[in-house]
């Protein structure tokens, strides 16, 4: 089980939209719609922003949305704010286990 | 309110054993997935593996299996991550993580407990 691919590091200026790619194969990704996305800020626990591919949970923002298309799932933020520059991983089910993405920086410029 | 709170940063030398706890309170402790998170300095999240209190269903990932053990104290409320002889390389902060379906997403997770290994 490799860990599911995504860019070391993304940038966008307040207002932007932004997307950040999450690659796997078909026994992870692309075999499920159990895709979630993780916020994570510097010394933080990790926050989920997504789940189900495209759900988002209570309390967070609809500029947070999910898609997915084959075996790459996606993280689109709109309106960017200063608040958003953080850490994000994705994560997926995989035969009775989870694996997760390498992680991607957010820096809002 | 659900909530996880885990035990207190360890400082341990290698080959010492190390068991850290995680508590869950706000929701029935038998109905919820816990899964424990690895990040070493500057890292990713890496899933070591879950426990499911009801049944004491566990399962590990490939790469933690055999090399630490999860379990579960039902009365206290309480998982548990050992090791039974700690290498400088499991020098990491450890999360504890609870779903009701893990397929779902974690929608709670302890504080983080920091674990340093060194000589």
């Known amino acids: 089980q490799s860990a599911l691919t995504q860019p070391a590091s993304v940038s966008g200026s307040p207002g932007q939209s932004i997307t950040i790619s999450c690659t796997g194969t078909?026994?992870?990704?692309?075999?499920?719609?159990?895709v979630s996305w993780y916020q994570q800020h510097p010394g933080k626990a990790p926050k989920l922003m997504i789940y189900?591919?495209?759900n988002r949970p209570s309390g967070i923002s609809n500029r947070f949305s999910g898609s997915k298309s084959g075996n790459t799932a996606s993280l689109t933020i709109s309106g960017l704010q200063a608040e958003d520059e953080s850490d994000y991983y994705c994560?997926?089910?995989?035969?009775?286990?989870?694996?997760f993405g390498g992680g991607t920086k957010l820096t809002v410029l | 309110e659900v909530q996880l709170v885990q035990s207190g940063a360890e400082v341990k030398k290698p080959g010492e054993s190390l068991k850290i706890s995680c508590k869950g309170s706000?929701?029935?402790?038998?109905?919820?997935?816990i899964a424990w998170v690895r990040q070493m300095p500057g890292k990713g999240l890496e899933w070591m593996g879950i426990i499911y209190p009801g049944d004491s269903d566990i399962r590990y990932s490939p790469s933690f299996q055999g090399q630490v053990t999860i379990s579960d104290d039902k009365s206290i409320s309480t998982a548990y991550l050992q090791w039974s002889s700690l290498k400088a390389s499991d020098t990491a902060m450890y999360f504890c993580?609870?779903?009701?379906?893990?397929?779902?997403?974690?929608?709670?997770w302890g504080q983080g407990t920091l674990v340093t290994v060194s000589s």
């Open positions: 706000g929701y029935s402790f038998t109905t919820y997935w």
């Open positions: 994560s997926s089910y995989t035969d009775s286990a989870v694996l």
């Open positions: 189900e591919v495209s």
């Open positions: 078909s026994s992870d990704v692309g075999g499920y719609n159990y």
């Open positions: 993580a609870a779903a009701g379906d893990f397929t779902r997403g974690f929608h709670y």
